[in-house]
């Protein structure tokens, strides 16, 4: 991608490794992800490949958990207690730690910079 895109915004979102959700879930012996996810990542392991991609202007953003995603799933005397658990509990964590966040978005430039981004003054290097 870096060589056949270079100079190319890449954006992409996954899922968050490190979720407060995976967390709870791993006491269940479960995780979160959804079966068409091959890969989960880190903030650790997106900093890591946008590195090895020679990206620049890159940012990560973590995106928090919304409960409208399992209210579908959820008895509808249960669904009060998902907002419940969300507003006092997965919201506040998520702000405070935002590595526990849902998931992550990557947003960076691919490819190294050309040479006038090196050089915007146009002066000899």
């Known amino acids: ?3 056949c895109a270079t100079g190319t915004r890449f954006i992409a979102t996954t ?3 490190t979720s407060i959700l995976n967390l709870g879930l791993a006491f269940m012996g ?3 992800c959804h079966q068409d996810h091959l890969q989960v990542y880190s903030f650790k ?3 890591t490949l946008s590195r090895r991609l020679g990206m620049r202007n890159v940012r990560i953003i973590p ?3 919304d409960p409208h995603l399992i209210l579908g799933r959820t008895p509808g005397l249960l669904r009060p207690l998902v907002f419940l658990v969300n507003c006092a509990i997965l919201v506040p964590v998520q702000f405070l730690f935002p590595l526990t966040a849902f998931g992550l978005i990557l947003d960076g430039i ?3 910079p050309s040479a006038e ?9």
């Open 1 to 3: 991608m870096r060589i």
């Open 30 to 32: 479960r995780e979160n």
């Open 63 to 65: 995106y928090r958990y």
């Open 45 to 47: 392991t997106l900093t």
């Open 15 to 17: 899922p968050n490794a």
């Open 110 to 112: 691919l490819g190294t």
């Open 117 to 125: 981004e090196r050089n915007p003054a146009g002066t000899h290097e």
